[in-house]
Each structure stands twice: as structure tokens, then as C-alpha cells.
């Protein structure tokens, strides 16, 4: 078997499967007509940015058929005008140069496209197009075509125009202006040169400076006023208080010494700290646009389904119009949006997503089938039961978990070591105050006020934003994707570590098959894989693919007996496949494995049994996550891998089968209630409750641009063996906060030395404050770093 | 010496104007999307289709056509 690699996506090519077009190999027809399209419109250029960017495109009979609908088109449109349309869309194949290459020369493949933008980390494409040239519909099928399919789901449907907050930026332009004026503007009387033009002008700088000041102390600082004063109200002491409070000083205190002719005040520290302040707000803040952490059902959902009226022809309707006793068409990979009765003989459904069970389930016609399975195989007819709001899936949703956004009002380490510093210092001004004001009142003022200057705690504010604003940032090249910088802290403290099973131990890429008995001649091989050819089963097809290739033959008799198995005669020869009951075979081991059994001519043959595949690494880490942490696996599937499960795990590990997405949930809220907490690790719907009652609910994605339910991280299923370190690294990021603020305690105590003594003038602050938080900034920043190459 | 009244005034205006450029610059959303301009401005302009190609289509020049 030759490996050659597709020239369009990178995949393996199979030599018989090969297709070579323009002297280049493709894995298959898809590839070779995107290529095609490509070169005919002279776009070939989208190879030359990278190698083996694209994609296969997917089959999409009829898939995008509900986009004929105007009314469902009218709430995808961002703008809409008689001769100009503009639509965003969300395209997750984006992920190299070549992608914004074509996406932003569409208008060559179509005549109604004017211009179209790429937003790279959102991953999206606003396209404006001509109506009366091209339609909706038409663009999505030529961006299909080419690989780059848009996804699209009930949450474009009702999204508004998001409202984009720049307001930071702008406190930040206006806070360095402000700040980097007045510092030039102090100079002169830096130096304390009692020259003749410095007396002269004095006035001027000074004022000047006090005008130039007052913008980032009314604006640009407001943040910090409204928060002190909300966390005043509310009773807590968070840490804007000292910083609020240090910054009125500074102004007041500034504003008297210039007026009374005292010095020239401390504007300069002053805009000099709101400046480095909003930046660490800003480093915090890091966003993935390209990721939502608040998924719900809807993204899940798509926007329109195909009803069958009652003469037979198909419109699309949209999902919240289905009613009960309509009739609906589901085709393969499609979403079942209501719970249902199936009308067609036999269904395929999968529910792992939902459910977490590994395998599809057969359906036959009259069984119920429910919302939130996908239809894997032909197309189904089904009638509805109950409308979307009602069925099964919404009112999992609807649980009180998800409603109350649960704050669980995590005390962030820099609030806590505020409700000590605040009073702390409060007290030491009132002692010195007291101290010196029997000495000289004046210089008792000075003191007052420059103590509540010097330790406006800006290295201890600063030491968490920049700390966990890198240690997000370097997680997030590693493919753990945090909500943001409080989850760090979170992750921290967790000492129970739930596990789901389907999907998130297990990952459904390479089930691995072996086989269990008489050996087969390759005529008996030859058989199997022609019976195998004539079913859909999704066992059938795994079996199929796994059997090395053989000589097609013809069957003389075929049938397929559903949930029980295949029965083929070529010639003389009968097989029969399928479970123990149809084979009439009782074997020995009462797994409750997947077992496909092997009859030819009668004589009983062998077995072939699926295993899930654990994910790489699984032992190891689960022998690693022992030693601090308790483990748990809840599983919606059932108790045939329990003995391989307990093997694995650590001996006290709890295991349990059968979980129903509430018992999931509930299990997580009885170990909160003894105390624990609770880090939960899932992918599916399933999980979706567990992931919002635990603590910390961890998404595992093997494609970061799939549905994920609502979580405060996702990992990359690639990573899954490093949570050992994700789990020491936030612990070592807690370590350098400690750290940090040991050494912004240090600067402290040095300025606070000076101002107790009545010695801080303004150029000793000027001095202490940003050498200070370049201290902390590059401390934090190297520690960090350090800590993330321990493995 | 008292021009230089006039010398910080003229400076500060100077950077006022820079500031108002500045917060029209953000307003205008063009600093949303920090990454894309970065690759963008790396593409090649319209290409000289191929002679051999479908004669129906315009043919376009480029500028390094010319400079060759």
C-alpha cells in the first residue's frame, strides 16, 4: 500500500483509490473537483499559502434547502437593502493563510459576490452579495463545494448585532496621553534647580499639568471608583477600595500642595498607576472569539427541519414551527430536533452525544424515537409528538442549573488578602497620624496622605491579572481554552476529579476490533466481506472497513434480520452474522460485549469483538491524578467495560454505569454537599449538567469547532493526557501569585518607610511605583514561563 | 523665555490631535481583528490568467508581469 498524500487535503491516499488530475494525486473525487473548480477560475494560488489546506467536501443533498424559506434568510442577514445583502458566517475549517485567500476571492467563482471579509479569530466570513444576482442558498452550496461549509445553527438564528466594548482601549489611550504628557511636563522641577525662568514659569507647568490630569482622573479611573463603591455597599472589601482611595488621595493631596504652594504634587504617580492598572486589566482580558463557553441546546439545534405535507411534497419549515402530527424527513447525519414516533421500517439512531451510550440504536417503525439523536444511514420518515419546546432535550435544559448562571462567588485570592490590607492600612495612617500630630501638624498631614498614596497596593493588583493573563495565555497554546483567568484559580483548589466515559475516556476514532476463533481461509474472508457489502449496519460498516479488501462477488440470497443480523448464500455457501440469540451460539463469557458472530455452513466459526478504544495515555494518567485526587467515572453506558474500568483505576476510585444526565448532576451536587471540590471532565450533552454544577467543568473536544456544552474550559481531546500538568500548572500559578506578593510587600515596606518618616516627596514616589510594577511584571511573567516547561 | 508659553501649547495640541486620531482610529472597529490584516497583506495582486486557458476570459496584467 503506497502512501501518497492528497494534494488538496493532506489526507492518506489508498493506491487503488487514487485519482490523478493535472499530474497530482487526490485521496478522492471530492478533492479532485475542488481542484478543479479552483483551476478552471484560475485560484490555484490557494495551494501556494499552504500545503494541503482544504477539506473533502460533504454530500448536502438537500441540506441546505431551508434557506428557499425568506423569512429564516431575513434573520441571518446582518443588512438587508433591495440591492445589497450582507451575511456573516461562521466557517470552522478556517485555520491557515490559504483559507483567507479564497474566502476573500469568492467574487471570482460567483457573479453576484462583490467583496468578502475574513475575521481569522472568529472564524467568520461577512459576504456581500447582490440579491438579484445570487442567492443565499447559493453561496452557502458554492462555499460547500469548495470544502469550506458554514455552520449554521438555531444560535445565528436569534443572535442580534453584537455590541462591540472598546471602552477599555479608549481609558487606555487617554491614560497614557495623559500620563506621558505630564511626566515631560515634570522634569523641570525634578531637579530642583532654583534657577530664575523655573520660578517664573512654575504656575504654568503646574496647572497645566493639573488639567492634563484630570481627564484619567474622572474617566479613565472610573471603573475604580464604581467598583469600590458597589463592593462599600455590598459590605465586602475587595481590592478597588485602596486603589479608589489611593487615587483620590493622590489628587487631593496633589491639588492642595499646588494651590498652598507646598510642592508640585503627585500627578505623575498618579496618571503613572492608572495607566499600568487599566493595562493589566487589558492582559487579562484574553478572549477566544473563535470558541463560545456558553453553548446551550440551541447551538446544537439546526434552524430549519424538511416537513412533508400531506400530498407528499417537502418544504422546510423552521424548528420552532414543527407541531404535534406533522410529518418530517430526516436524512443521514441529520439532528432529530423533537421527540417522534418513526414511520419508516428501520432507523440507525445515534445517541452518544445525548446519552453517552457508545452505539446506535436500532429503531423499527412505531418505536419512539428522541430529540437530540443523530439519523446515521438512509433518510427516515417520523411523526412528531412533541413540539421542540417540549421534548425531552429542552427540559434538560431548562434545569435550574443552567437558569441561575451559577455564580458561585469565588473569592479571587487578590479580594481575600484585601480584606486585610485595607483595614491594615487604614490603621497604620491613623497611628501616624495621631503620632505626628502632636509633633507638627502640617508634616502630619503629609504623612497621612502618603501612606495611603505610597501602598496603593498597584504591585498587589497587578500581580494577579499579569499572572493568570499568561497563564491563559500559555494554556491556550496548548489547547486547554479557559473561560477566563478566575477558572485558574478554581482549578487550583479541586480535589475530586469526574470522569465521563463515552467520548471523553473513550474516543470513537479507532474502535478496535479483534477476532476470536478458527482461523479463516481467505474464500471464507472473500464471503464475509461481500455479506458485509450489503448492509448498513453500523457494526457491519466497522467490520467492512476492517477486512482487508476482496474480489467482489454476487450473493445468491441476501437478508438482514435488524437487531439480530445477516443471513447470505453465495452457491453452496451460507453465512450467517449477527448476535449470540440469531446464531443460536451461547458462549462462555457474559461481557456484555459487542460481539458479531461467525457462522459458515453451520459450523460455528468465531467472534469478532468491538472494544472501545481508550484514549492514550489513560493509565498513566490516572495513575498520576491518584496520588492528589480522588477519581470518579459516571458513565450513560452500560457496565461491560467495568472490569477494564477498575483494572485502570486506583483502587478506592468510584465507578458508576447506567448515569442518566440528572443522575449525573446529582452525584455532582451530593459530593459538594460533602464538601468537595469538584472538577468534571465531559464532552456530550450528557454531561452538560454535571459540567455546570461542578466547580470547574471541563469540555473535551476533538474538534474544537463542534458543539460543546456550557463549560468554563475546553481541552483538546489531542491533550487529554496532560491535565496532570494543566492541574500542576495552575497550582504553580497560585505559587507565583504568593510569591509576587511577597515581593510587592517588600516595595511596600520601603515606601511606607519613607512615608512614615515624612520623607516621601514626589520624586521617591515617582520612582517606587513603576519600578515596582516592573518588578512585579517581569517576575510574574518569567516565573510563569518557567513553570510551564516542567513537565 | 515666555515663548515657552507658546512652545508646550503648540505640543500639547499636537498630541491632542494624535489622541483624537487615535480613539476615531479604534471607533472605526478596523483594530478588532489584529490577525488578518497581518496575512492579507501578504497576497499577490491579480494574476495573468494562462494563455492557454478558456479566451473568453479578460485578461488581466500584473505589475510583476511588467517589471519581468
Known sequence: ?791 | MSVIYLLISVSIVVALIFLIAFIKAVKSGQYDDDYTPSVRMLFDDEVKKNPNKNPNKNQIQTLEEKQV
Open chain 1, 1 to 791: 500500500m503506497d502512501i501518497g498524500n492528497c494534494f488538496h487535503c493532506g489526507n492518506e491516499i489508498i493506491k487503488k483509490e487514487e485519482i490523478i488530475f493535472d499530474e497530482k494525486s487526490f485521496c478522492c473525487n471530492g478533492c479532485k473537483t475542488v481542484y478543479e473548480i479552483l483551476s478552471q477560475n484560475d485560484l490555484t494560488c490557494y495551494y501556494d499559502f499552504q500545503a494541503a489546506p482544504g477539506a473533502t467536501p460533504l454530500d448536502i443533498q438537500g441540506k441546505y434547502d431551508f434557506l428557499d424559506n425568506e423569512e429564516i434568510v431575513a434573520k441571518l442577514l446582518e443588512f438587508q437593502e433591495d440591492t445589497t445583502h450582507i451575511v456573516s458566517l461562521y466557517i470552522p475549517h478556517i485555520h491557515c493563510s490559504s483559507c483567507i485567500w479564497i474566502l476573500e476571492n469568492l467574487q471570482k467563482l460567483q457573479s453576484g459576490i462583490s467583496t468578502s471579509q475574513v475575521n481569522f479569530p472568529e472564524k467568520k466570513v461577512r459576504v456581500t452579495f447582490n440579491p438579484e444576482k445570487t442567492t443565499l442558498k447559493k453561496i452557502v452550496e458554492l462555499l460547500c463545494s469548495i470544502g469550506y461549509e458554514p455552520y449554521i445553527s438555531l444560535e445565528n438564528y436569534e443572535q442580534g448585532k453584537k455590541l462591540v466594548d472598546r471602552s477599555l482601549i479608549y481609558k487606555i489611550g487617554i491614560a497614557f496621553f495623559c500620563f506621558g504628557n505630564i511626566m515631560l511636563l515634570s522634569f523641570p522641577e525634578y531637579f530642583e534647580v532654583e534657577e530664575f525662568w523655573i520660578n517664573q514659569y512654575r504656575g504654568f507647568f503646574r496647572w497645566l499639568i493639573f488639567a492634563l490630569s484630570l481627564p484619567s482622573f474622572l474617566y479613565s479611573a472610573s471603573g475604580y471608583y464604581v467598583s469600590a463603591w458597589k463592593s462599600i455597599k455590598s459590605g465586602l472589601l475587595n481590592i478597588d477600595i485602596p486603589i479608589a482611595l489611593g487615587i483620590v488621595v493622590m489628587f487631593v493631596r496633589s491639588t492642595v500642595d499646588i494651590v498652598f504652594g507646598y510642592g508640585q504634587g503627585f500627578f505623575d504617580s498618579m496618571t503613572g498607576l492608572i495607566f499600568f492598572m487599566l493595562l493589566g486589566k487589558l492582559f487579562q482580558k484574553k478572549t477566544y472569539d473563535f470558541l463560545s463557553f456558553e453553548r446551550d441546546y440551541k447551538s446544537y439545534f439546526p434552524i430549519a427541519i424538511t416537513k412533508i405535507l400531506s400530498d407528499g411534497t417537502e418544504t422546510s419549515v423552521q424548528v420552532y414551527d414543527i407541531e404535534k402530527g406533522e410529518r418530517l424527513l430526516i436524512r443521514n447525519q441529520e439532528l432529530i430536533p423533537v421527540d417522534g414516533i418513526l414511520i419508516s421500517e428501520k432507523a440507525s439512531i445515534d445517541y452518544s452525544f445525548v446519552t453517552g451510550e457508545a452505539i446506535a440504536i436500532e429503531k423499527k417503525s412505531g418505536d419512539k424515537i428522541f430529540a437530540g439523536g443523530k439519523q446515521m444511514g438512509k433518510v427516515i420518515e417520523m411523526e412528531v409528538l412533541f413540539s421542540v419546546s417540549q421534548s425531552y432535550l429542552t427540559q434538560l435544559w431548562s434545569n435550574d442549573v443552567f437558569q441561575k448562571k451559577v455564580e458561585i462567588k469565588h473569592k479571587t485570592v487578590t479580594d481575600k488578602i484585601s480584606r486585610y490590607f485595607t483595614p491594615a492600612l487604614l490603621l497604620l495612617a491613623i497611628v501616624s497620624f495621631l503620632y505626628w500630630v502632636f509633633i507638627d501638624v502640617t508634616t502630619a498631614f503629609n504623612v497621612f496622605t502618603a501612606i495611603l498614596i505610597v501602598a496603593c497596593p498597584c504591585a498587589l493588583a497587578l500581580t494577579a491579572p499579569f499572572t493568570l493573563g499568561n497563564v491563559l495565555r500559555i494554556m491556550g497554546k496548548r489547547k486547554l481554552y479557559l473561560k477566563n483567568a478566575t477558572v485558574i484559580e478554581q482549578l487550583a483548589k479541586v480535589d475530586t476529579i469526574v470522569f465521563d466515559k463515552t467520548g471523553t475516556i473513550t474516543t470513537n476514532k479507532k474502535t478496535s476490533i479483534t477476532y476470536e476463533g478458527a482461523q479463516f481461509t481467505s474464500d471464507e474472508l472473500k464471503l464475509l466481506k461481500n455479506t458485509l457489502r450489503g448492509s448498513n449496519h453500523p457494526l457491519s460498516r466497522r467490520l467492512y472497513d476492517f477486512i482487508p479488501n476482496q474480489e467482489r462477488m454476487e450473493q445468491n440470497e441476501f437478508q438482514e434480520i435488524i437487531g439480530k443480523g445477516i443471513f447470505a448464500k453465495f452457491g453452496d455457501t451460507t453465512i450467517k452474522l449477527g448476535s449470540s440469540q440469531f446464531l443460536a451460539h451461547m458462549s462462555e463469557n457474559t461481557h456484555k460485549k459487542t460481539k458479531v458472530h461467525v457462522e459458515i455452513n453451520g459450523a460455528y466459526k468465531g467472534s469478532y469483538i468491538f472494544n472501545n478504544q481508550y484514549r492514550e495515555g489513560l493509565e498513566f494518567l490516572f495513575e498520576n491524578l491518584a496520588k492528589k485526587y480522588d477519581l470518579v467515572v459516571l458513565s450513560g453506558d452500560n457496565d461491560g467495560e467495568r472490569k477494564i474500568l477498575e483494572k485502570m483505576l486506583p483502587k478506592n476510585s468510584t465507578i458508576v454505569f447506567n448515569q442518566k444526565p440528572e443522575q449525573k448532576l446529582n452525584f455532582i451536587k451530593n459530593l459538594q454537599k460533602e464538601g468537595c471540590n469538584v472538577m468534571m471532565v465531559g464532552d456530550g450533552l450528557n454531561d452538560a449538567g454535571a459540567l455546570a454544577q461542578s466547580n470547574v467543568g471541563i469540555s473535551i473536544s476533538e474538534n474544537v469547532n463542534v458543539f460543546s456544552p456550557a463549560c468554563d474550559g475546553i481541552l483538546d481531546a489531542s491533550q487529554f493526557e496532560k491535565i496532570g500538568f494543566f492541574m500542576q500548572y495552575s497550582k504553580n500559578a497560585m505559587k507565583t501569585i504568593y510569591m509576587s506578593f511577597g515581593v510587592s510587600l517588600i516595595y511596600n515596606f520601603i515606601g511606607l518607610s519613607f512615608a512614615v518618616t515624612g520623607n516621601l516627596s514626589p520624586i521617591v514616589a515617582a520612582i517606587i511605583m513603576p519600578l515596582s510594577t516592573i518588578t512585579i511584571v517581569s517576575f510574574v511573567t518569567i516565573v510563569t514561563n518557567v513553570y510551564s516547561r516542567i513537565k
